[in-house]
């Protein structure tokens, strides 16, 4: 079952939505709803949730041999 939801927002952020949803080819509301099925309680008991962007780094220098002193000197070298 659908419910009407009021939403008071920047009339400039409205426009933006709008523009978005149509490249997205979805409406406000749909785009609103995947927003806020991601809210769900059950998601904050895990945490935040990771982009794929940072999953797909996840474990990457799992067996790197790249210690502290390694990355202080890249970074004394990076901002000389």
Do not use: N
Request: charged share 35%; proline share 2%; hydrophobic share 30%.
């Amino acid at each position: 079952m659908h419910t009407k939801l009021t939403l008071r927002l920047d009339r400039d952020l409205i426009r933006r939505a709008k523009s978005h949803s149509r490249r997205a080819g979805k409406s406000v509301s749909a785009l609103v709803g995947d927003f806020f099925s991601l809210l769900s309680v059950d998601r904050e008991s895990e945490g935040p949730s990771l982009t794929p962007r940072v999953r797909s780094l996840t474990g990457i220098l799992k067996r790197a041999r790249v210690t502290e002193q390694d990355y202080r000197k890249h970074l004394m070298d990076k901002h000389r």
